[in-house]
T-cell receptor, first 114, second 114 residues
Framework: DSGVTQTPKHLITATGQRVTLRCSPRSGDLSVYWYQQSLDQGLQFLIQ???????AKGNILERFSAQQFPDLHSELNLSSLELGDSALYFCASSVSPKWNTEAFFGQGTRLTVV | AQSVAQPEDQVNVAEGNPLTVKCTYSVSGNPYLFWYVQYPNRGLQFLLK??????LVKGSYGFEAEFNKSQTSFHLKKPSALVSDSALYFC????????????FGTGTRLTVIP
């Protein structure tokens, strides 16, 4: 168990809808990362937060947004969902925002858009 | 531009034999290099990393990797494979002075045959 908790584990929703994925980082970790894993694009970095502030942005669509709250949990909001958004979404956390630090991954949320 | 390549989608090895999972990278300047492993229905688990220093890095579960700057490679190795090593392995890279993003390879599925 990595100590990173993601909810829900599975989510099925219709096109055009909006969903929120939740992540609780490991105790003591201030940095949270979101990744998308799909069959055609592999594992893609979406966004990083550190202590409540956005730190880095990757390949995140404008329809997607995220935030990190004062208690350090994070939420990834996906809106106007399309079939192509179906993927496994991972949250990871690390104690440092530096990119030479290993991250600890949650078990992921499997999103299916129908 | 930063990228990482895992040239083999699938590697099969007999239990007890040495295993190698290949990774080559492309970055401007010095790299941070990581190996992660993903078991079915689980998130990624950190195995080892190269930041600086000794080219031979030892990690979890008896794995090691050798950083070769001239060949821009970071192959994962283990002297004696176990059936329980069967999983999906990801190499990842980030340039020390590059953009805030961690680039993952497409993964190599390792199957250890009893």
């Amino acid at each position: 168990d990595s100590g990173v908790t993601q909810t829900p584990k599975h989510l099925i929703t219709a096109t055009g809808q909006r969903v929120t994925l939740r992540c609780s980082p490991r105790s003591g970790d201030l940095s949270v990362y979101w990744y998308q894993q799909s069959l055609d694009q592999g594992l893609q970095f979406l966004i990083q937060y550190y202590n409540g502030e956005e730190r880095a942005k990757g390949n995140i669509l404008e329809r997607f947004s995220a935030q990190q709250f004062p208690d350090l949990h994070s939420e990834l909001n996906l809106s106007s969902l399309e079939l192509g958004d179906s993927a496994l979404y991972f949250c990871a956390s690390s104690v440092s925002p530096k990119w030479n630090t290993e991250a600890f991954f949650g078990q992921g949320t499997r999103l299916t858009v129908v | 531009a930063q990228s990482v390549a895992q040239p083999e989608d699938q590697v099969n090895v007999a239990e007890g034999n040495p295993l190698t999972v290949k990774c080559t990278y492309s970055v401007s300047g010095n790299p941070y290099l990581f190996w992660y492993v993903q078991y079915p229905n689980r998130g990624l688990q950190f195995l080892l990393k190269y930041i600086t220093g000794d080219n031979l890095v030892k990690g979890s579960y008896g794995f090691e990797a050798e950083f070769n700057k001239s060949q821009t490679s970071f192959h994962l190795k283990k002297p004696s494979a176990l059936v329980s090593d069967s999983a999906l392995y990801f190499c990842a890279v980030r340039a020390v002075t590059g953009a805030n993003n961690l680039f993952f390879g497409t993964g190599t599925r390792l199957t250890v045959i009893p």
